[in-house]
């Protein structure tokens, strides 16, 4: 006797399903931070989910971990290496140079959202396949664009009525002094007791080994030369602005010399939103400016600047603020059907509703009126529409308010009228 195949499957490890009625908060997130983008005249871009491995091994750096250790890349079907994107900065950029975005108006603004992919270990919050809403504003430096990002995303927060969040912000400098301090930090980090990873590191991109968060290494590296006490007169001068424009935008902020990014690609200003409800995984997102990358991909030499922003995060720190976002309801109005010729009238009936722009749903399968007005309490439909078949005779259809239980009959021409005039308050 053969063993029995139907085996119930899971989501791979780290990569979680959004079903109802969480799926509803999901969507008010990603929309809420997508919209403060949307404002500042942003357009849309939807970006491939894999892309050639060069790009990101270029464009991201190989020093990095997301490079090194976090890729999903694999040989296709015509044996060329392909990764699933890590992260979105690199694919706008080489969609900006292949279709010549950056030969029109200037900045090119973008934004976009959508999952991204990284092999890391699996905790609260933090993927395999994550969620990100991201901008970019390439062609242009100027610092109030700096500061137009960062406010973009500090606008994205609050209108999710997200509140204990802090902006931490600084500066990477530019290729005029980020030689000279490379070559001091260097001089610094070779004079430790590091080991063979974090010295091949140091190597590499010494600015990284300031980013590991292994204790033993924060303690090595405490007392390391920081980059904003080695900004050239420019650099400093563009901080400087960035940093009066937030003072003007009202954008609150916090200088942290010695944040660095996960990316090779960021100069000058470079930021991360951080919620301290989220322990040490604290971070809900970040970017800052990438003057030499659209070069480094084979572009012209524009700057650009963006952020990305994570979704699960940013859910994630509502939850620890005790607060909530969206409407987990399914449906507004809901459709109770007393017979066959009421469930006829009652599915044109629900269309016309929808063609008005109510959500509705109704119940199937012929349920008696007990069953029908549970389905219609477990909708999250503030009204429920009741037609019998001599309410059709009639020409009315009751209208029963499903917060306080008062039902009321009205024409069955006016019906749409009166339920978009109840939920006006929507």
């Given amino acids: 006797m053969s063993k029995s195949t139907n085996t119930a499957f899971s989501a791979p490890k780290g990569v979680p399903d959004y079903v109802p009625p969480v799926s509803a908060e999901f969507v008010a997130v990603r929309d809420g931070l997508t919209r403060a983008a949307r404002l500042a005249g942003y357009g849309h871009i939807e970006l491939p989910i894999f892309e050639d491995t060069g790009l990101f091994a270029r464009g991201v750096g190989e020093s990095t971990d997301v490079v090194s250790k976090e890729m999903y890349t694999f040989a296709d079907r015509g044996d060329r290496s392909v990764t699933l994107r890590p992260e979105g900065t690199a694919g706008v950029m080489r969609a900006v140079i292949e279709h010549g975005l950056d030969r029109g108006q200037l900045p090119v603004k973008l934004s976009y959202s959508g999952p991204f992919f990284r092999y890391e270990r699996p905790q609260a919050g933090r993927y395999r396949q994550l969620q990100q809403v991201g901008v970019e504003a390439i062609g242009v430096d100027d610092p109030a664009l700096d500061a137009e990002v960062i406010a973009i995303a500090d606008a994205g927060f609050r209108g999710l009525g997200l509140e204990g969040f802090r902006l931490e912000i600084t500066s990477l400098g530019d ?244 339920v978009g005039a109840a939920l006006g308050d929507r």
């Fill in 175 to 418: 290729d005029t002094c980020r030689p000279q301090y490379r070559e001091q930090l260097q001089q610094f980090l070779f004079g430790l007791d590091l080991d063979e990873d974090t010295r091949r590191r140091a190597e590499i991109n010494p600015l990284r080994v300031l980013d590991d968060k292994r204790p033993h290494i924060k303690e090595m590296t405490a007392g390391a030369p920081l980059m904003l006490d080695h900004l050239s007169e420019e650099a400093k001068a563009h901080f400087d602005e960035v940093l009066a424009h937030l003072d003007a935008l009202g954008v609150p902020y916090v200088v942290n010399p010695r944040m660095v990014r996960g990316l090779d690609y960021y100069t000058k200003t470079t930021f991360e939103f951080v919620h301290d409800g989220l322990g040490a995984q604290s971070g809900i997102g970040g970017g800052g400016r990438y003057d030499g990358l659209m070069a480094q991909l084979g572009g012209q030499p524009l700057s650009g600047i963006g952020f990305g922003i994570g979704v699960d995060r940013t859910i994630l720190a509502l939850e620890a603020e005790g607060k909530a976002a969206g409407n987990p309801a399914r449906c507004e109005v809901f459709g109770v059907p007393l017979g066959d010729e009421a469930k006829a009238s009652m599915v044109v009936l629900a269309a016309r509703l929808r063609a008005a722009g109510i959500r509705v749903d109704m119940a199937y399968g012929g349920r008696g009126v007990k069953g029908a007005m549970k389905a219609a309490d477990r909708s999250g439909a503030k009204i429920a529409l009741v037609l019998g078949e001599r309410d059709i005779a009639d020409g009315v259809i009751g209208v029963k308010d499903l917060a306080t239980g008062d039902q009321r009959q009205v024409s069955l021409e006016s019906v749409v009228a009166e």
